[in-house]
């Protein structure tokens, strides 16, 4: 019609970066300072994400006395497999062996942890769950197998396997291309890590302040 008004927008195109690492500083009923990062999925931005958290608390350690660090899987399903890898780094020391990825033909690859800027001096917990899985628990078996992490929670998942989609006429296959070797050997596939110290009352909908009631 005659009196229809165009408007014209312009669109420019960014790449969006996703927050998945949320940090704070809570206070435990035992009067522990303790320094919390919940990291909800692994993407190419989240070793960079726990890099600045860490930063932030070693700039306000006067401010803050942390004296623990924990690091919430709980619900964390994965994600991009090297972000896991490196997220690792960031608290081993160096020539620490993170994982090992096997392929069909038994060649493996392993991870090591160069110790750049790593946080190895504070004691260090993770909370996982039975939803925590894939590059949630290459972070977790990594900490675990090299005696620098306590978990706590309950089981994992057990996603120890690197898949790739291969289409067909109708949808797709998934196709096993290698699978994950802890540092101490163990294939968890289909079977999970088991925690240091079980929380059985840590629900998921829980704080980490809760269900780390009587244990930090």
């Given at each position: 019609a005659a009196d229809e008004k165009v408007t014209t927008i312009q669109i420019t195109r960014?790449?969006?970066?996703?927050?998945?690492?949320?940090?704070?500083?809570?206070?435990?009923?035992?009067?522990?300072?303790?320094?919390?990062l919940k990291i909800s999925s692994f993407s190419q931005e989240t070793p960079n994400q726990v890099r600045t958290s860490l930063q932030e608390f070693q700039n306000?350690?006067?401010?803050?006395n942390i004296a623990a660090?924990?690091?919430?899987?709980?619900?964390?399903?994965?994600g991009y497999m090297p972000a896991g890898v490196?997220?690792?780094?960031?608290?081993?020391?160096?020539?620490?062996r993170i994982i090992s990825?096997?392929?069909r033909t038994q060649r493996a690859t392993i991870y090591v942890s160069d110790g750049v800027g790593s946080e190895t001096s504070l004691p260090l917990y993770l909370l996982v769950d039975e939803r925590t899985a894939s590059a949630s628990e290459i972070v977790?078996?990594?900490l675990q197998d090299n005696g620098r992490a306590t978990i706590l929670g309950s089981k994992t998942f057990g996603k120890g396997r690197i898949q790739n989609v291969q289409p067909l006429s109708e949808?797709?296959?998934?196709v096993t291309r290698a699978k994950y070797i802890t540092p101490k050997g163990n294939d968890i596939h289909g079977v999970?890590?088991?925690p240091n110290l079980a929380l059985e009352s840590c629900k998921s909908i829980d704080s980490a302040a809760v269900c780390l009631t009587n244990v930090i």
């Open positions: 960014a790449v969006i970066a996703s927050k998945s690492v949320e940090s704070g500083v809570f206070t435990s009923n035992k009067g522990t300072n303790v320094g919390l306000n350690k006067e401010e803050t660090l924990v690091l919430d899987l709980r619900g964390n399903a994965g490196d997220v690792a780094k960031l608290f081993l020391p160096p020539k620490t990825e096997v392929d977790t078996a990594a949808g797709g296959i998934a999970g890590i088991t």
